[in-house]
């Protein structure tokens, strides 16, 4: 185990232990257990109350453990989705500015995300002011292959009302973003906002005053193409185009991953070759990186972390209402494989030919009228004799289990 040489906590006559009063080193080396948010956190617990760290002008003198564990790991990205979701649900601005100062992040950070953190405001974000090395800031609270619009639920399995994933305001985080982009040094490539903004009517002019100042920073950059190394990414496109960032709060032009600029004059036009936009996460990848395609059913663009694949052909499917999954076994297989039959009513329920789901019956298909149900969806009404036998099983069934739950009632009563 590695050894920290360190002062302890000077011990006073009465004083039960305290967990400073362990070797620095041990300390260290159990932070390395802990995912980079947390191993923050952990490191500002052991310095001071995360109250001492409200305002940014404030005196704050980490201790040595604290510094010992920043110091032993480099803090370039940091993303909340490696913490559990009901503590990311629970932190708010001051235990993400108390993040931001102890690892230093105005000169260390270049990828911040804050998955999962729907408590907070947007003041935490202020240490990151002026920040000449930020280069990725993802406000979306959801994964990288996750829906703007994903609901998040609580520990009990109840979503998470809207109004909570509202707390976000342009009115903190605006500024700060301005106060990065306004310098020349500026490293900033991607911004990510969050999805409830876009129907934000009452702040759309604080919007187009943001974005018109957004835009014309990368302008001033000229930005080379990391394709075909033209000068200025904006004048080699094609015909329309895409501002960095669009009316909808969109990031255009630019990889999330890699963050390299892409011109739309590249791979001969074919703009979804070299740089594709994927509906379902509404993130930007260049080939290179993430591979977008179109949905082999509906043609939806999907990046192939969004997307989902037939087991039997590996085409490309952007959801399961898209691509029938076995309700039992998981087993994926598009209808041109027709192996997974799909209730044709509901869409919804869909199970291997033969597969057992759990329940009395199971989707398949009427041999006589060739309709595909599931056991809740076979119309009564049906001039089908093969649906109409269905219904007739299903009625039985369920007579069978009301007749159980009678039969077990008289025994109990006869006790």
């Avoid at 090395?133 to 959801?142: A, G, I, K, N, P």
């Avoid at 076995?326 to 494989?337: E, K, L």
């Amino acid at each position: 185990m590695a050894t920290i040489s360190g002062s302890k906590r000077p011990r006073i006559n009465g004083d039960s232990p305290h967990i400073n009063d362990l070797p620095i080193g041990f300390l260290v080396e159990v932070s390395t257990y802990l995912c980079k948010p947390s191993r923050a956190l952990f490191a500002t617990a052991l310095s001071a109350t995360f109250s001492s760290w409200k305002k940014d002008n404030s005196v704050r003198h980490p201790s040595v453990t604290s510094k010992a564990i920043i110091a032993a790991s480099d803090w370039d990205v940091v993303d909340f989705v490696d913490i559990e979701n009901n503590l990311a649900y629970k932190l708010k601005d001051n235990d993400l500015r108390a993040v931001l100062l102890i690892i230093n992040a105005r000169q260390t950070l270049k990828k911040l995300k804050l998955t999962n953190c729907i408590n907070i405001i947007g003041d935490g974000l202020s240490p990151l002011r002026g920040s000449n090395v930020l280069e990725l800031l993802d406000l979306s609270l959801v994964g990288k292959h996750e829906s703007p619009s994903k609901v998040h639920y609580d520990e009990k399995g109840y979503p998470i009302r809207y109004q909570q994933r509202n707390l976000i305001t342009p009115l903190a985080v605006l500024p700060i973003i301005e106060s990065i982009i306004a310098s020349d040094k500026c490293a900033l490539m991607y911004t990510v906002f969050p999805d409830m903004w876009k129907w934000r009517s009452d702040e759309w002019a604080l919007f187009e005053e943001f974005k018109r100042r957004y835009n014309e920073r990368f302008e001033r950059a000229r930005l080379s193409c990391a394709n075909c190394s033209a000068s200025n990414v904006l004048s080699t496109s094609l015909l329309n185009v895409h501002p960095w960032v669009d009316n909808h709060l969109n990031q255009y032009n630019v990889c999330y991953d890699c963050l390299k600029p892409i011109c739309r004059g590249c791979t001969d036009g074919e703009w979804s070759e070299k740089l594709g936009f994927c509906e379902r996460c509404q993130k930007h990848f260049c080939s290179d990186c993430v591979k977008v395609g179109e949905c082999e059913h509906c043609s939806e663009s999907v990046c192939r972390g969004c997307s989902k694949t037939c087991d039997e052909c590996e085409s490309i499917f952007c959801d399961n209402s898209c691509l029938p999954t076995c309700d039992s076994c998981g087993r994926a297989s598009c209808r041109d494989c027709d192996n997974v039959p799909q209730c044709s009513d509901c869409g919804e329920k869909a199970n291997c030919r033969g597969c057992y789901n759990g329940e009395e019956y199971t989707v398949d298909e009427c041999r006589c009228c060739r309709e595909v149900y599931c056991s809740d969806c076979v119309p009564s009404d049906t001039g089908c004799w093969g649906c109409t036998k269905v219904v007739k099983i299903r009625e039985q069934a369920k007579e069978i289990e009301e007749l159980k739950k009678k039969l077990g009632k008289c025994k109990w009563e006869s006790r």
